[in-house]
């Protein structure tokens, strides 16, 4: 028996990779049925393949009975804390923080931007060889609140600063302070939302977060306001938005949507207002080398039974202590 770690990277092209393991090589295949690369049962670390659809992604889960860590590359987990808790107790759950927080970032700004300025009408007068020029908001002098103030709300905020903004404020689940200033608590957004130009949604998916920006939410938003959604599709209320921009009273930016893919002649593709990218805010040249040193600090933290990072949830604990 041996302690094997399936690696959707191949682990000639990670440097520094802990004595100690043996490493295989598994991300599911191009058509996701690649065979398992070795006996589940002596896999003790699974990292799970990158933008790959999600029974691909859950599907080693189940044989797993052994394994100790599962380690996904993307910020997000709620699309494998399901199948990972049903494993037996001690297995945890850990996320990529650190790995994309500079390109969900730049994308957030990109959108703003793009959105404030004009960008995609000019692309449409541009295809048509029409100058069409005209005033826009900038991004100097507004208001921008943050809604989900982890390490990513916190590098957009690092990005907004040469903006020359008026105003940043945030919140995340609890309030706290920081050296930039306080963290609303989520229950302070129906006094921060009136006053802010622009929304930016950073949060992860959870039953908290399903469907936070709903009809009460939206309504809250000042005339003119763009919301931005680099978190989860399904944090707003696809609908509720559809009613909202549809009268030109807000604007929005995604980069999430609900449903995801967003499938041809969907209402959101043509609505007025909206800009979407498909979900792409991690996906970028700076992926590849912040996930292999986070896969060589993880697994050498995992070797020498050090405190792993970036724990989410620890299978068999007691709710809260994940």
Same mark, same amino acid.
Request: with cysteine; aromatic share 6%; hydrophobic share 40%.
């Given at each position: 028996?041996?302690?094997?770690v399936?690696l959707p990277i191949r682990?000639? !092209?990670?440097?520094q ?12 295949? +191009? ?6 690369p070795? #006996?589940?049962? *002596? ?8 933008m &790959?659809?999600h029974?691909?992604?859950?599907r ?11 380690q ?8 494998v ?5 049903? $494993?037996?107790?001690?297995?945890r759950?850990? =996320?990529?923080?650190?790995?994309? +927080?500079?390109s969900t970032a @730049?994308?957030?700004l990109?959108?703003? %931007?793009?959105?404030l300025r004009?960008?995609p009408?000019?692309?449409r007068a541009q *295809? ?7 005033f826009?908001?900038?991004l100097a002098?507004r208001?921008?609140l943050?809604?989900g103030?982890g390490s990513i709300g916190?590098?957009i +905020? /690092?990005?907004?600063?040469p903006?020359e ?6 919140v995340?689940?609890?309030?706290r302070?920081t050296?930039?200033?306080p963290v ?5 957004l129906? +006094?921060?939302?009136p006053?802010? #130009? ?6 992860? %998916?959870?039953? !908290?977060t399903?469907? $936070? ?5 939206l309504?809250?938003m ?6 931005? =959604?680099v978190?989860?599709?399904p944090?707003? #209320?696809?609908?509720?938005? $559809?009613? @909202?921009? @549809?009268?030109?009273?807000i604007?929005?930016? %995604?980069?999430?949507? /609900? ?5 041809p002649g969907h209402?959101?593709w043509s609505a ?13 040249s700076?992926?590849?080398?912040r996930? &292999?040193?986070?896969l060589? *600090? ?5 070797? =020498?039974?050090?405190?792993?990072r970036?724990?989410v949830?620890t299978?068999? *604990?007691r709710?809260g202590?994940?």
């Open positions: 028996m041996s302690d094997d399936w682990p000639e !092209e990670i440097p990779l802990p004595v100690g393991f043996r490493y295989l090589f598994w991300d599911g295949g +191009e058509d996701g049925r690649q065979p398992f070795g #006996d589940p049962a *002596d896999c003790v670390a699974y990292v799970v393949p990158y &790959k659809p029974a691909v992604r859950v080693p889960l189940e044989a797993l009975r052994t394994v100790r860590l599962v996904t590359l993307t910020a997000g987990v709620d699309d804390a399901g199948p990972v808790s049903a $494993l037996p107790p001690g297995v759950l850990c =996320n990529a923080r650190g790995v994309h +927080e500079a @730049e994308l957030a990109t959108l703003t %931007l793009a959105s004009g960008v009408g000019f692309v *295809d048509e060889g029409s100058w069409a020029g005209g826009r908001p900038a002098d208001s921008v943050i809604v103030y916190s590098a +905020e /690092d990005r907004l600063v903006f903004v008026a105003r940043v404020a945030r995340a689940r609890s309030a302070t050296a930039r200033g609303h608590p989520i229950a302070a129906p +006094e921060l939302l006053e802010a #130009d622009v929304v930016m949604l950073v949060t992860p %998916l959870t039953e !908290e399903r469907g $936070l920006a709903d009809a009460e939410f309504a809250r000042k005339d003119g306001a763009l919301l931005v =959604n978190g989860r599709g944090v707003v #209320d696809t609908k509720a938005l $559809l009613t @909202e921009v @549809e009268t030109g009273r604007t929005a930016a %995604l980069d999430v949507t /609900d449903p995801e893919p967003l499938p209402p959101l007025p207002g909206v800009l979407i990218s498909p979900h792409v805010g991690g996906p970028t700076a992926f590849l080398p996930a &292999k040193r986070l060589t *600090d993880q697994l050498t933290r995992l070797v =020498n039974r050090e405190p792993l970036n724990v949830l299978t068999g *604990d709710p202590r994940g």
